[in-house]
């Protein structure tokens, strides 16, 4: 295999290797706050370590820094072999790297991890910071839980096993060699630390949202009473989304609902198959993937955001709706419990009864829809990615522990 060299002329500013060398089909939160952060960022000299696949998504949201590419597949295949050849590629790449630059793993997944666990060992002096966005479920549970009644559509205990085995070996040449852990959740550490890994060195940092962006957006032309926005995927739990949706409108006539997002192909496809055997062609519209500017549109136009996700570390477009004056009916999962304190609804997990009647009562009483959309505006206020991106400056340059 081909070894790739970055050994570019030595910049004014500190390097900063951000590994994005997991990306697969779809925008998972931790890459969304990969990109926006190191858009931002003022102190380093920045070099993304992605995929084909990664840097389009890179350049699709604007980040523009020099990059490498470890793999030029247009779509997955085998996951197992992407990532090893991916991993292998990145291992192999020779860097000119000295003290106070940084290795910055966007995820906790293999490809991000080895290869900077494999750089740190030989550039002792850099400084290695690791994000880890969701700890992975148990895989005998899923994303639902057996306690749920919820049903997948694409339920694979062995793909659950492969990303929780894989997540536990990440997690220990982290707890070895990691200066830094940047964790989304007071959860997410508590695991960590469960782990064996130093409670001194893990950060509880915030996601953000684009704040300038959504005050330039205008609402789009079609109305909407009802938006889900995310990948579709067993974790967001779509499923319940169309029991939820077909209770309302049986009570609310010609009620429309817009669906952001796109998954994999089979899940793509069973949606649309599912929509039709409920009949609720004319209630949805299923609009796939679109631009920020598009998307936050669309929620603009929208009286209420449903997030029936059964598991969460944040929940990213939660802020986003926020951020568009949308209040959100979701299910009551504890880490959205401190990370939202008000702006929303929650509903028992599972509960698709009680959903459809928090939705109903939002969408039938303008005084309590204000008074969340609110809630909400004021809550998003504090999140601009460029906040976030400041601190998060801050925090890799403090004193190690």
């Not at 900063?16 to 931790?30: D, H, I, P, R, W």
């Not at 102190?43 to 030029?72: D, P, Q």
């Not at 568009?324 to 304190?341: A, E, H, I, K």
């Amino acid at each position: 295999m081909e070894v790739v060299s970055l050994t570019m002329h030595r910049p004014s500013k500190p390097k900063l290797v951000g590994y994005m060398n997991a990306f697969s089909e779809g925008m998972s939160g931790g890459d969304l706050r990969f990109i926006e952060v190191m858009k931002r960022l003022n102190t380093y000299y920045v070099t993304v370590i992605t995929s084909f696949m990664g840097w389009k998504a890179c350049e699709e949201r604007g980040l523009a820094v020099n990059h490498a590419l470890t793999s030029s597949e247009r779509s997955f295949k085998s996951l197992i072999l992407t990532y090893f050849r991916r991993t292998v590629m990145a291992s192999t790449m020779q860097m000119d790297l000295t003290a106070g630059d940084v290795l910055y793993s966007s995820s906790d997944f293999l490809p991000d991890v080895f290869p900077a666990y494999v750089l740190k060992g030989k550039k002792r002096s850099t400084r290695w910071v690791v994000l880890l966005h969701l700890v992975a479920p148990d895989p005998f549970r899923g994303y639902e839980g057996r306690q749920s009644g919820g049903k997948s559509w694409s339920r694979s205990v062995l793909r659950d096993m492969l990303f929780k085995l894989g997540q536990l070996g990440a997690i220990r040449l982290i707890r070895s060699s990691a200066d830094l852990i940047l964790v989304v959740n007071p959860d997410i550490r508590d695991y960590l630390i469960s782990k064996g890994v130093d409670g001194r060195k893990i950060i509880v940092v915030r996601n953000g949202t684009d704040l300038d962006l959504v005050r330039k957006v205008r609402p789009g032309n079609a109305a909407f009473d009802a938006v889900y926005v995310g990948r579709l995927h067993a974790q967001k739990g779509i499923p319940d989304l169309l029991r939820i949706r077909r209770s309302v409108c049986e009570k609310r006539k010609g009620s429309k609902l817009a669906v952001v997002g796109r998954g994999s192909a089979l899940f793509e496809r069973r949606l649309t198959e599912d929509i039709v055997k409920s009949g609720l062609e004319e209630n949805i519209k299923v609009m796939g993937h679109l631009a920020d500017e598009e998307k936050l549109g669309v929620l603009k136009s929208s009286r209420v955001l449903l997030f029936p996700s059964y598991y969460e570390s944040f929940g990213i477009v939660i802020l986003e709706s926020m951020a568009c004056g949308v209040p959100v009916v979701c299910y009551d999962l504890p880490p959205l419990r401190g990370l939202f304190p008000k702006g929303l609804v929650r509903v028992p997990v599972g509960d698709m009864d009680r959903f459809a009647e928090e939705t109903m009562k939002i969408l039938g009483d303008d005084s309590l829809r204000e008074k969340l959309s609110h809630e909400g505006s004021e809550f998003a206020e504090a999140c601009d990615w460029g906040l976030i991106a400041e601190k998060e400056e801050e925090i890799i340059g403090r004193p190690l522990p």
